[in-house]
């Protein structure tokens, strides 16, 4: 009989892959250099997660669960303004430091078009960005069943991260969001 899966092992693992994913992205993910990055084998990986595919799946949640609960804990403080929240969220979500996340995000969005069967949990992944938004700026919806005003924020937000992941110009993208701003203001 084998060795009993050793879940600490499995957990390492995973943290240190996500760690390996958020910098070189997926596009050209392999389980040999992978391995080798993470002082393991080939068939270490697939002992921990059974499949590539399942190991994917595993760093995209733990890449989902580490941003949410970040940004969870960079949320301004409740009864903070809709303006305030939004800038605060951008500020946050747009710094430098989360760009490896950012890029991720829109690889498995990308990827996804193309590709949705590797992806079987990609609208989890949105849903999971618009329930927080949702709840986030649930006043400005005009009721509790108004799902177009976060989902407006959500496609801002989204949308000007991608220009600001693909121009850099975060000058232009922080002027469309003071633009945003002043359009909730009326």
Same mark, same amino acid.
């Given at each position: ?14 943290? *240190?892959?996500?760690?390996? +994913?958020? #910098?070189? &992205? =997926? !596009?050209?993910?392999?389980?040999? %250099?992978?391995? @080798? ?65 950012? *890029?991720?995000?829109?690889? +498995?969005? #990308?990827? &996804? =078009? !193309?590709?949705?069967?590797?992806? %079987?949990?990609? @609208? ?63």
């Amino acid at each position: 009989m084998g060795r009993p899966p050793d879940p600490a092992r499995r957990e390492r693992t995973l943290a *240190r892959a996500t760690d390996y +994913v958020l #910098a070189h &992205g =997926l !596009a050209a993910l392999s389980l040999r %250099p992978l391995a @080798a990055a993470l002082d393991t084998s080939p068939r270490m990986l697939l002992y921990d997660f059974g499949s590539k595919q399942e190991l994917v799946a595993a760093v995209l949640a733990e890449a989902r669960r580490r941003g949410a609960s970040r940004l969870a804990g960079h949320l301004p403080p409740e009864g903070a303004s809709p303006e305030e929240t939004l800038r605060g969220i951008w500020a946050w979500i747009s710094a430098p430091e989360r760009a490896p996340y950012v *890029r991720l995000i829109f690889e +498995v969005h #990308a990827d &996804g =078009l !193309a590709h949705p069967e590797n992806y %079987p949990d990609q @609208a989890e992944a949105i849903t999971d960005w618009f329930d927080t938004l949702g709840a986030t700026f649930r006043g400005l919806a005009a009721g509790p069943d108004d799902t177009a005003a976060p989902t407006l924020v959500m496609a801002v937000v989204r949308g000007l991260l991608f220009d600001l992941t693909t121009t850099g110009d975060r000058r232009r993208t922080d002027r469309a969001l003071d633009r945003f701003c002043e359009l909730l203001r009326s």
